[in-house]
T-cell receptor, first 114, second 114 residues
């Protein structure tokens, strides 16, 4: 049973436009959410996170929104750049088990076209 | 700092053989995690250590898998005997206690079991 779901396997946007990546979760005990970016042949790298007590966190071109009632979070990238092309993973921490365990979604491949 | 180091980067072996994957975490990090990434299941946590002690191994698929952390700078993940379904990318990650939400991933070991 997937507790963290990224329903869009891929997304394609034009350079300069907004990219919106979505993530849904089922476990209401998750207390922290993270986004990771992964390039081919590399490990995932941390991008941005948000605590479950907040609804928005912004870092430069990246903003994460959390809607707890809907158990939904999204990552906005504005403006999108070709270098943003990568696989983006949504992850959630906790969930009633170990506090340090991260549960990952399967990822969304973002392609930003010049 | 060098980041998380994994070796080998690629491993091709035959079914039934023993496979040992190695990881050197970032110096000073208290937590070490082993993950497996497959197309079907995405990125899954196998086991994690705190101060060299295994804390949660509930993700280890079966007895053929074992992990050790003999000291703060080295960990191994062993598969014996290996099977074709073990083919995946295996990531090691480490995290400092002070920023426990963030895990720093190594480049991964791509394992192919024939």
């Amino acid at each position: 049973d997937q507790q963290v779901k990224q329903n869009s396997p891929s997304l394609s946007v034009q350079e300069g436009r907004i990219s919106i990546l979505n993530c849904d979760y089922t476990n209401s005990m998750f207390d922290y959410f993270l986004w990771y970016k992964k390039y081919p042949a590399e490990g995932p790298t941390f991008l941005i996170s948000i605590s479950s007590i907040k609804d928005k966190n912004e870092d430069g071109r990246f903003t994460v929104f959390l809607n707890k009632s809907a158990k939904h979070l999204s990552l906005h990238i504005v403006p999108s750049q070709p270098g943003d092309s990568a696989v983006y993973f949504c992850a959630a921490r906790g969930g009633g088990g170990s506090n340090y365990k991260l549960t990952f979604g399967k990822g969304t491949l973002l392609t930003v076209n010049p | 700092d060098a980041g998380v180091i994994q070796s080998p980067r690629h491993e091709v072996t035959e079914m039934g053989q023993e496979v040992t994957l190695r990881c050197k975490p970032i110096s000073g990090h208290d937590y070490l995690f082993w993950y497996r990434q497959t197309m079907m299941r995405g990125l899954e946590l196998l086991i994690y250590f705190n101060n060299n002690v295994p804390i949660d191994d509930s993700g280890m698929p079966e007895d053929r898998f074992s992990a050790k952390m003999p000291n703060a700078s080295f960990s191994t993940l062993k598969i014996q005997p290996s099977e074709p379904r073990d083919s995946a990318v295996y990531f090691c990650a480490s995290s400092p206690l002070s920023v426990r939400e963030t895990q720093y991933f190594g480049p991964g070991t791509r394992l192919l079991v024939l």
